[in-house]
């Protein structure tokens, strides 16, 4: 690989749960669950925040998020993202790419997929033939396919922020 590009891959998974919203990719979806966790649990936005952290080779999202933090208590995601690709700066790198995949049994994601994509490429400056947001299900098997669960993977690529 060239010295001046890394790729960092993520992953996340967050129980499904009555009386709280879903959020997924900065977008928030009409369903009869949502995610549980300390943060808003946007289970997307956290495994592509651990793939850009990952590709920096600067651990993982526990370190600079804890959730024993309450200045983290049901934050948004896209400000964590935010927050972390400032970092990434400061450390000489900017994304340049992210793919993604959510695993949900429910709800059925196709409708809202675009609207994750561009979110993203918003959040991270991105053109948007540059993010790619995949849906699939866990057909009914495990914690995901019962519906208990939404997991979702990241692989992005980071390159040289010029003139740093
Ligand atoms: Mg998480």
Sequence with gaps: MPDNMRVGHGY????????????????????????????????LMHAVID??????????????????????????????????????????????????????ERPKLGPVKARIRNHLAEVMCLDISEVNVKAKTAEGLGPVGQCEAIEAVALAVIVELQGS
Aim: glycine share 10%.
């Design 51 to 104: 793939a850009l952290l990952g590709a920096a080779a600067l651990g993982d999202i526990g370190e600079y998020f804890p959730d024993t933090n309450p200045a983290f208590k049901d934050a948004d995601s896209s400000k964590l993202l935010q927050h972390v690709i400032d970092e990434l700066h400061r450390k000489g790198w900017k994304p340049a790419q992210v793919d993604c995949t959510i695993i949900a």
């Design 12 to 43: 996340d998974i967050h129980r499904l749960v009555k009386g709280r919203r879903l959020v997924l990719g900065g977008v928030e979806i009409e369903h009869t669950h949502g995610l549980a966790g300390h943060s808003d649990a946007d289970v």
